[in-house]
């Protein structure tokens, strides 16, 4: 069983490496992703915030973390609907830096919504993957996800920043 | 004469109504304080008049004038007719008077008896022409001239009796003057008459002279006032007329190209104040209603955008819910599998069940809000090829099944692929579904063309259904079979009709229990005409 703590924020060291960023503030829906990550062991590098400025505060070193200094993500998985700033305004600030400009994003969303899919695929978004509401197509379809990023797929070198 | 008279005595009471108005402003311009006080309302009430009785007034001054002048003129020249009548007898009698004076000349120096009855016949003229012209005589000057004339005329014929000697029995005792004596007497009271008679020609001839000057000089002045009565009152009321129509033109096009109407502004009381009023009041109304038209506009463009919202959020929010219903129900049935015992598995099996129903449902809702919010984009395109590949996507629902597909090529029509796709897709699906009991299950399609359409159509042998119902195929929600013997939401064939509703083609289904069923729905080829608008109407019956 796993605990929302043991993935809060605190909980993770700010200078461990993080593999997936995830961005996701119904904590219910964190804690399926996480599970199903964990049971194909990628939950080990994780790190999840609950809000857009937090996401962004994290990949860019400001705010709560101005004082860490991890190596961009693998993969963001990223929520579209998000307090504070929503999915659309995180993505397109990653895609306005050009240190994050080329860092894989995929959108994981409840959304079917046609103009969502255009809009961030127009932003330059890596995958858009709609959540399954059964919990074995969810389980499964994230953990294809983590497997494909962070094991499968390949970025260039200088993309994620050594720190 | 007397008849001409007559006619003039029976004009007057009609022409003293008449003459009131047209006179009203002559007693003013006589400026008398009596009068100019009279005059002034009826000046303030000219001006007030509206714009018809105006032109009213204005085409009946000429009228009213004319029949002015007609009438006076009438009388003028009866009294001319009168003059140079009185002048004529004033002629013959200057005539007569010398011809008695030759005939008593005559009489005395050859006492012929044939002159006496000429002079008598003379006399009697004379006196019938005195008659006359005293009868048409007014100046009193002429009335007494002519009774001094009378009275000579009357000493002349006393004279002349004289002369004859037979009016009086009584001379033959007296000494009878003279016959030369009587003579002079008459040739003197001739002589007296003369004069007179001539005066009496000179008098009536410069009167009658000076009279038909005088009404020519009448009649001038009536025409004169007549024309600058007209030209008083048309100019100002052509100059408003013209103004008034400029202005009026001038505010409603800039009525026409702002959208704030300007308030138009003429002063006074008659139909173009009116008509500014009515205006303005128009415009106003106009601006109301446009105010109201965009105001509901806007209300629509929120309540799309708050559907939008909605539908949006029901996507979202609505399926995280579900999602931790059936998630956290696997971590369950996962993690504490052995606490569990079958019934435990079994209603963990309903609630999980129920949690993926409502995902259906509300992919369905949100797939019928989008069918309905779709903007059509008609292009041509290979129809028999988007079946064939939309039965190869529903491969998985018919896995493990013998079924017969039957597809000859298919015609093409201008409609939107998008939405088409999802029509053959619910339709397909349905067909699979519906003949899940069959073996082998048979599913055709055909087309034909039809005048100003395509109709395509999908038969199966499956289920089918009760013709009587077939009027709730397309409602929203509404199935015709239990959901244990065939699932599904009923969103489906709603789906269908609201795409093909969006093309304005139709859409029926024939069937029978057991039987089969046949969908078939029809598209217009070419820009929507009248023969589709009666399709249009004749679906929404369905």
New interface residues.
């Given amino acids: 069983?796993v605990s929302n703590d043991s993935f809060s924020n605190d909980s993770v060291n700010n200078d461990s490496v993080v593999d997936i960023l995830l961005v996701e503030d119904?904590p219910?829906?964190a804690e399926?992703a996480i599970?199903a990550l964990k049971k194909n062991n990628l939950a080990n590098h994780l790190e999840w915030v609950r809000d857009g400025a937090a996401a962004l505060d994290f990949l860019f070193h400001r705010g709560a973390r101005a004082n860490s200094h991890n190596r961009l993500p693998r993969v963001v998985l990223l929520d579209?609907?998000l307090p504070k700033l929503d999915g659309i305004e995180v993505l397109t600030a990653i895609r306005a830096n050009p240190e994050t400009r080329e860092l894989p994003v995929v959108v994981l969303?409840?959304?079917?919504?046609?103009q969502d899919l255009v809009a961030t695929y127009q932003l330059g978004v890596n995958s858009f993957v709609t959540?399954?509401?059964?919990?074995?197509a969810?389980?499964r379809t994230v953990a294809e996800l983590g497997l494909y990023w962070v094991l499968v797929n390949r970025v260039p070198p200088d993309s994620r920043r050594d720190q | 004469m007397r008849s001409r008279r007559a006619v003039s005595a029976c004009l007057p009471s009609w022409f003293l109504a008449v003459r009131a108005a047209p006179f009203a402003p002559r007693r003013q311009r006589a400026g008398g304080r009596g009068s100019s006080d009279v005059g002034v309302p009826i000046v303030k009430s000219v001006i007030a008049m509206d714009i018809k009785a105006k032109l009213k007034l204005i085409g009946l001054l000429p009228l009213i004038m004319a029949v002015l002048f007609g009438l006076t003129f009438y009388r003028g020249q009866d009294r001319l007719d009168v003059l140079r009548d009185s002048t004529l007898l004033a002629a013959e009698m200057l005539d007569e008077l010398r011809q008695l004076e030759v005939l008593s000349r005559h009489i005395v120096e050859t006492r012929a008896n044939g002159g006496r009855r000429a002079g008598y016949q003379l006399l009697e003229d004379l006196d019938s022409q005195m008659l006359a012209l005293q009868s048409a005589a007014r100046e009193p000057n002429l009335v007494g001239m002519l009774d001094e004339m009378a009275g000579r005329l009357l000493l002349t014929r006393i004279h002349f009796m004289n002369l004859d000697g037979l009016s009086v029995p009584a001379l033959g005792q007296l000494e009878p003057p003279p016959s030369w004596e009587v003579a002079e007497r008459l040739r003197r009271s001739i002589a007296v008459l003369q004069p007179m008679a001539r005066r009496l020609f000179r008098d009536s001839d410069a009167a009658a002279l000076a009279y038909g000057r005088q009404l020519w000089m009448v009649e001038f002045w009536l025409l004169a006032a007549t024309a600058l009565l007209v030209m008083l009152l048309t100019y100002p009321t052509l100059r408003r007329v013209a103004t008034a129509i400029q202005s009026l033109s001038r505010e409603t096009r800039h009525v026409g190209e702002g959208g704030h109407p300007r308030d138009l502004v003429l002063s006074g009381e008659d139909e173009f104040a009116q008509l500014a009023r009515d205006f303005n009041h128009m415009a106003h109304r106009l601006a109301d209603a446009e105010q109201a038209r965009e105001r509901r506009a806007r209300d629509l463009e929120e309540a799309v955008k708050d559907l939008e919202n909605f539908s949006y959020s029901v996507s979202h929010d609505l399926r995280a819910p579900l999602r931790a219903i059936d998630g956290f129900i696997g971590i369950l049935e996962e993690d504490y599998a052995a606490s569990l015992d079958d019934e435990g598995r079994r209603l963990f099996g309903v609630v999980s069940a129920n949690a993926k129903k409502m995902e259906q449902l509300i992919d369905d809702i949100l797939a019928l809000s989008r069918a309905g919010r779709l903007e059509l984009d008609r292009i041509d395109f290979d129809m028999g090829r988007l079946v064939e590949e939309v039965w190869e996507d529903l491969s998985a629902q018919r896995a493990g099944r013998a079924v017969r597909f039957l597809c000859p090529r298919l015609p093409n029509v201008a409609c939107d692929p998008r939405a088409i796709r999802q029509v053959w897709q619910n339709l397909l699906a349905n067909a699979i579904k519906f003949t899940r009991g069959q073996d082998p299950a048979m599913i055709e399609v055909r087309a034909e063309r039809r005048p100003g359409m395509v109709c395509y159509r999908l038969s199966d042998n499956g289920a089918g259904f009760d013709p009587a119902y077939s009027n709730k195929l397309f409602g929203l929600f509404l199935r015709l079979h239990g959901i244990d013997e065939f699932e599904g939401t009923g969103v489906g064939l709603a789906i269908v009709k609201r795409f093909i509703d969006k093309h304005q083609g139709r859409v029926e289904a024939t069937g029978a229990t057991g039987a089969g069923a046949t969908f078939s729905f029809c598209l217009p080829t070419g820009p929507p005409k009248g023969s589709e608008e009666e399709f249009h109407g004749e679906q929404r019956l369905v």
């Fill in positions: 069983m119904n219910n829906d399926l599970r579209l609907r969303t409840s959304s079917q919504e046609e959540k399954p509401v059964g919990f074995d969810f389980a």
